[in-house]
């Protein structure tokens, strides 16, 4: 055995040791994390730093399944319920719907037969982008120079440096997410006015992919028509977006929708308690947030905690999950 497999799988012991260490011992009081992924990317893509590559989502779930309990989302939530909760529990999530979910994730997830959950917005099935990706391929189009967007009220950014391209996509991406449908399209628009062709790619589920990940045991969650901020629309636009939404990925899966996120998912600022009615009113039997932090059997059920380690090295990445686990419960 080569030196490189010999560190790993002591450091594997270690990690599983660790996490058995700070599972809590009294009856009832499992944990457990749920990571949450958008995009996986086929190269690194300096505009999406964020982004994992499938090479790193691959170590990923390579650890995930090492050294981790991986459970389906909602039996995981069910066996908390149910005080019979493994140490070091972890599910899988990926939000918005995006191609690479089915395209990249999904053989690395089957290679270590690891569960997940996919909160899909249907507005986006067959179609090629959302907003923030066309902003994002507007960034790496456009010549250097002054990106100037005052006529539509958006100010200007500079586009000297590969960093100034950066921040014009997280400040642009920031400032449109949390307008309505019509004001992300005109930002758009004025992008492709800009560049000088539409920027739409094909990055987003199609119907046949949806439908596989199905069929591969994937559970489909909700995740909104149009991706709205449900704070910033009313609310019969809000019970529209996440009652239809609900209805047609029921209608093409033919089975019950269960599990829904809310989008950008900041509770208090995205969503409130009039939202996380309207999911159980639709029927879905839990929501989840984009807060950091330990599930519990306490957790209310409509408020979930979801984060994903951000740290690009394997026990820096174990170490942060084993610290959530450890961490307060909210
Ligand atoms: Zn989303």
Redesign the pocket.
Known sequence: MNQARTTTRLSDSVIRTLGDAIAPRGAGEGRLCIVNY?RILERPDPLLASEPTVETFHWQMELLASCFNVLPLHDALEMLKAERMPPRAVAITF??GYRSTHDLALPVLQQYQLPATV?V?TGHIDKGSMWNDVILEAARRLPRGELELSDIGFGSYPLHTPQDRQNAVQALTERSKYLPPAGRAQLNHKLETLVGCSLEQELMLTRDMLLALNRAGVEIGG?TIT?PILTCVDDATAQAEIAGNKQHLESIIGKPVRLF?Y??GKQGIDFDERHAQMVREAGYSAAFTTAVGPVTRHTGRYTIPRSRPWDNHRMKFAGRLLYWLAGRAA
Request: charged fraction near 20%; avoid cysteine; hydrophobic fraction near 20%.
């Open positions: 958008h939000d918005d909160f917005t995740h991706h996120a989008p950008n």
